[in-house]
């Protein structure tokens, strides 16, 4: 195995990043994602009950919960990102994944401020609306180059021998 791929499959700091075999940045990932899905489900139920407010508010938190999560998830994966050695397609993958997933962070903190302001005992608004659907959109394709990394390039994932062990 070259060294370039053996350094993609170590930890920077496996205290912070997870041991050799276990990183982190693929578990923090859920929090996020499974919020920002759940805001989108809580938003369009909104338009569908009497009294909406509850569910514009918890569309609310959730999206705040799922920033958090995300600047979590995008400390350790910047760890993980400098294990993999510049100049590979590898690297600029992993850049791409990285730029996407700070663009839709950056957008639902963009929503969860304009929610504040909005009035949360109505139905949510169709310009958040919109823009959750957007931002999940966006972080499915993220999601596609996170996936790319880790099973097409085998970054921060046992090597074959580990594994055949």
């Known amino acids: 195995m070259t060294s370039d791929l053996q350094q993609a499959k170590q930890p920077v700091s496996a205290v912070l990043a997870g041991p050799y075999g276990h990183p982190v940045h693929p578990i923090l990932v859920t929090v996020p994602i499974g919020a920002w899905v759940a805001s989108l489900v809580f ?44 100049g590979t397609l590898a690297f600029r993958t992993g850049l791409v994944h990285a730029g996407l997933n700070l663009a839709v962070t950056a957008g639902y903190l963009g929503g969860f401020l304009w929610r504040r302001t909005s009035d949360l005992s109505t139905s949510v608004g169709w310009g958040p609306l919109a823009l959750s659907g957007a931002c999940l959109a966006a972080l499915a394709v993220a999601g596609y180059w996170g996936g790319t990394l880790a099973f097409r390039y085998g970054v921060r994932v046992a090597d074959e021998a580990t594994q055949a062990s």
């Open 43 to 86: 938003d369009l139920a909104s338009y569908l009950v009497a009294d909406p407010g509850f569910l514009a508010r918890g569309s609310l938190w959730l999206i705040g919960l799922g920033v958090v999560g995300a600047l979590a998830a995008a400390l350790v994966g910047f760890l993980d990102l400098l294990a993999i050695p510049t």
